[in-house]
């Protein structure tokens, strides 16, 4: 059975760090590039980052970039987000997702993705 598993969400205020992490398990971790999404209440589903398979390459979207770090351990099937300098906008819930792409490519387009987590809830207060 394929699963991912997402932690690390909570509330912390403006300017701090959080560190998600999507547990990945029942499909080939190294085959697949991870995806991190992220929906707001009233808003469209927003691509954050991903890393491709063999975590040859990332992609941040401009509103993260220099603030949040994506990585990969494929011993433990498991890529994290590290996210500091938190802002209010940040706050949704982010999600997790696994393509099975071409290795070493990623995009943040959601219809490439073949599985998805259940998510886990990030506020950020002012």
């Known amino acids: 059975e394929v699963q991912l598993v997402e932690s690390g969400g909570g509330l912390v205020q403006a300017g701090g760090s959080l560190r998600l992490s999507c547990a990945a398990s029942g499909f080939t971790f190294d085959d697949y590039a991870i995806g991190w999404f992220r929906q707001a209440p009233g808003k469209e589903r927003e691509g954050v980052s991903c890393?491709?398979?063999?975590?040859?390459?990332?992609y941040y979207t401009d509103s993260v970039k220099g603030r949040f770090t994506i990585t990969s351990d494929n011993a433990k099937s498991t890529v994290y987000l590290q996210m500091n300098s938190l802002k209010p906008e940040d706050t949704a819930v982010y999600y997790c997702?696994?393509?099975?792409?071409?290795?070493?490519?990623?995009?943040?387009?959601?219809?490439?993705?073949?599985?998805w987590g259940q998510g886990t809830q990030v506020t950020v207060s002012s």
């Open positions: 997702a696994a393509s099975r792409g071409a290795w070493g490519y990623c995009s943040t387009t959601a219809v490439e993705y073949d599985y």
């Open positions: 890393i491709s398979s063999g975590a040859g390459s990332t």
